[in-house]
């Protein structure tokens, strides 16, 4: 399978908006659950959002409502829209896709369960 395309990371400011982009064949695919992963600077990968083959959304509790993970599958893409983004949202974001496993819900955030990763994309938020 061809890897995740993740775009759209940029620096910006306290409280600024910004659209992440993921382009995956994944995406048209309607069993896969897409998610958002995040890494700052010596910190280990942690989920950001998903969205599963039914729809369904879900957050980790830290995005406080701030962001949104939406799909186009016509478009194969999956996008994260973030507000009101915080010096602690500085890191690279991943996105990444898996298939439905028995007993595994995609809202689990287990990293070693997705199969394909993008490259990332950077978000840096000046202080």
């Known amino acids: 399978q061809v890897q995740p395309v993740e775009s759209g990371g940029k620096s910006v400011e306290i409280g600024d908006t910004l659209m992440l982009r993921c382009v995956a064949s994944?995406?048209?695919?309607?069993?896969?659950?897409m998610a958002w992963f995040r890494q700052a600077p010596g910190k280990e990968r942690e989920g950001v959002a998903a969205?599963?083959?039914?729809?369904?959304?879900s957050y980790k509790e830290y995005t406080g409502g701030r962001f949104t993970i939406t799909k186009d599958s016509a478009k194969n893409t999956v996008y994260l829209h973030m507000t009101n983004l915080q010096p602690d949202d500085t890191a690279m974001y991943f996105c990444?896709?898996?298939?439905?496993?028995?007993?595994?819900?995609?809202?689990?955030?287990?990293?070693?369960?997705?199969?394909?990763w993008g490259q990332g994309t950077l978000v840096t938020v000046c202080s």
């Open positions: 990444a896709a898996r298939l439905p496993k028995p007993g595994v819900s995609c809202h689990a955030f287990r990293r070693t369960e997705f199969e394909t």
């Open positions: 969205i599963d083959r039914f729809g369904s959304r």
């Open positions: 994944e995406v048209s695919d309607s069993n896969y659950c």
